[in-house]
């Protein structure tokens, strides 16, 4: 199976790309509006960019899909975009409520780790087909608890122990249930592998 990605000029100005990138620009934009948020209109403006982020994500889905504009290189800058408004969310929220921290860790670990993974299998003509069933219910929930975490900035902390706790064990089944799927492509290969020699 060959590997090689093909990138072209136009790909790099494709509608679904452009608005790609419009959401990596919202990520340092929502960072110091939600950090300098010291009133109600601060958190609702935080809100408003992490939405429109969120927006223009289903938007550029749909667009590449419905037109066949889906490229090599949306496939790189989208997740890319994705993790890091994900990653900026927790990254902020955890100076107000600590135990954000603790999914700040799992999402790191489960990042770091499925990227060595998908990289590795990648090279090896190995790849999962899109994000799977655990990986956007994980989001989802990901952002509502974030989502829930800037919008409400005087929660109480039992419910903040709740939607973290509630977040983890999502994020935690995405990262089990990739994992698996990792492995069964690893064996796959290593099965492949065996019968051409």
Known sequence: ????????????????????????????????????AETLAGHIWSIVI???????????????????????WGKIVDPIADKSMQFAMLFCVVFKYHWV?????????????SLAFSGFLFTKGKHIAGAMWCGKICTVILYGVMLALIAIPN????VVTILIGFSAAFMLLAFVVYMDAYFKLYREYKKQKKEEE
């Open 101 to 113: 921290a603790l999914l700040l860790v799992i999402y790191g670990i489960k990042e770091i780790v």
């Open 50 to 72: 992490v939405a429109i982020s969120a927006l223009t994500d289903l938007l550029d889905g749909f667009i590449a899909r419905r037109f066949n504009m889906i490229t090599d």
């Open 155 to 158: 929660i109480d902390q039992h």
């Open 1 to 36: 199976m060959n590997t090689k990605m093909h990138f072209e000029k136009k790909d790099f100005f494709s509608i679904p790309n452009i608005l790609t990138y419009i959401r990596i620009i919202l990520v340092p934009i929502f960072v110091v509006v939600y950090i300098n």
